[in-house]
């Protein structure tokens, strides 16, 4: 499975960005995909996820400003983030989870601007 992400870049505080991934090769149909990022010096942490049959979760930081969706045609997901803070700077990765595997995108990199 290979993901290619998009969609980063520098926003100034108060803005929006949408991130998007799309995943090709070996894809089944029950599998799990959301976004991580990850701060230098620190560890990966969830941001959301999105199941195929579509319930949502995220993290308390993304709660009410970033919005998780997918496209099962295009085996794509998306993350919408709105009113962003300098906080929010992170290199983003798009992830796939599939019968037992994860697979990790290249990274996007959002840098908000304060």
């Known amino acids: 499975v290979q993901l290619q992400a998009s969609g980063g870049g520098l926003v100034q505080a108060g803005g929006s960005l949408r991130l998007s991934c799309t995943a090709s090769?070996?894809?089944?149909?029950?599998?799990?995909m959301g976004w991580c990022r990850q701060i230098p010096g620190k560890q990966r942490e969830l941001v959301a996820n999105?199941?195929?049959?579509?319930?949502?979760t995220y993290d308390d930081s993304a709660k009410g400003r970033f919005a998780i969706s997918r496209d099962r045609a295009k085996s794509a997901v998306y993350l919408q983030m709105n009113s962003l803070k300098p906080e929010d700077t992170a290199v983003y990765y798009c992830?796939?989870?599939?019968?037992?595997?994860?697979?990790w995108g290249q990274g996007t990199l959002v840098t908000v601007s304060s």
């Open positions: 992830k796939r989870s599939q019968r037992g595997h994860d697979y």
């Open positions: 090769g070996t894809i089944f149909g029950a599998n799990v």
């Open positions: 999105i199941v195929n049959n579509g319930y949502t």
